[in-house]
């Protein structure tokens, strides 16, 4: 089953951007990128539950710049 993610820049900083690079470098997802949203399909249970982990230690501040946005 594959599962949704999308992460949205709450604004349009450096910081979002270096987070979301270095989110994907780590983690290997490629994401289809909507505006200020990034759709990341996941097909693993496991790396969803890593998502949040993963950003804290990019930077513990992530939540700052980016958000979580339901799909809609």
Same mark, same amino acid.
Do not use: C, N
């Given at each position: 089953?594959?599962?949704?993610?999308?992460?949205?820049?709450?604004?349009?900083?450096?910081?979002?951007?270096?987070?979301?690079?270095?989110?994907?470098?780590?983690?290997?997802?490629?994401?289809?990128? @909507?505006?200020?949203?990034?759709?990341?399909?996941?097909?693993?249970?496991?790396?969803?539950? @890593?998502?949040?982990?993963?950003?804290?230690?990019?930077?513990?501040?992530?939540?700052?710049?980016?958000?979580?946005?339901?799909?809609?």
């Amino acid at each position: 089953m594959t599962h949704l993610v999308i992460l949205h820049a709450l604004d349009s900083s450096a910081d979002a951007d270096r987070i979301i690079e270095t989110f994907e470098q780590r983690t290997g997802l490629t994401a289809d990128v @909507r505006g200020d949203d990034r759709y990341y399909e996941l097909h693993d249970e496991d790396h969803r539950e @890593r998502i949040v982990h993963t950003l804290t230690e990019i930077d513990p501040g992530w939540t700052d710049h980016l958000g979580f946005k339901l799909p809609g």
